[in-house]
């Protein structure tokens, strides 16, 4: 399929595995640059040579500010962004207590918000477009989402409304 996204720079978080690793795919496939980022450097690496193409890896934990920050420098490029990185835990309001309640926000609320919030102007200049990888709505499957899915998907709407250049939102 032809995109017409060729020499494109994409960044993709969580890309070393699961949805991530199969967005990055799917952008060397159409001739992109792909960055990719998570924690793990061996998985990176694995994840680079199986893709492939033109990719970079970067090690990150994106709940730090800092790394963040030189991530976002490091990718100066992007014309796309792909917020996917994310480990949700199963639960219910009863099962879950705050601290991995927030300790999962911290990643999939604030880590989308500040990536987006770093690249923004970049993207911005560049008529860039930002995606980011949603929870499953628990309007779609009741039995199996609890409360916690339920307030990832409205915080990540919530980010998907930062007025950037173009976002899209998967569900
Ligand atoms: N699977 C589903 O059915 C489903 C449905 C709806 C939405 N989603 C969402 O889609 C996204 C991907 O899901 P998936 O099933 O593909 O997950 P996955 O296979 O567990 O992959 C998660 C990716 O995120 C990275 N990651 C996790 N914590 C990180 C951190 N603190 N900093 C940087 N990277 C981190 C992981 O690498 P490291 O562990 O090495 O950091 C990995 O690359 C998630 O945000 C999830 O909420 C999934």
Known sequence: MDLRLKGKSVLVT???????????????????????AARDKDRLAQAARTLGGDVKTHSVDLRDGAA????????????????NAGDIPGGTIETLDEAKWRHA??????????LTRELYPRLKSRKGVIVNGRTRDSRTSPRRSGAAMRSMACASSACTRLPPARTASSR
Not at 21 to 36: M, N
């Open 105 to 114: 926000w911290e990643l999939k609320v604030f880590g989308f918000i500040n």
């Open 68 to 83: 963040l920050k030189n991530l976002a420098q490091d990718c100066g490029d992007v014309d796309i962004l792909v917020n």
């Open 14 to 36: 969580g890309g070393s595995k699961g949805i991530g690793l199969a967005c990055a795919k799917a952008f060397v496939a159409e001739g992109c640059r792909v960055h990719i």
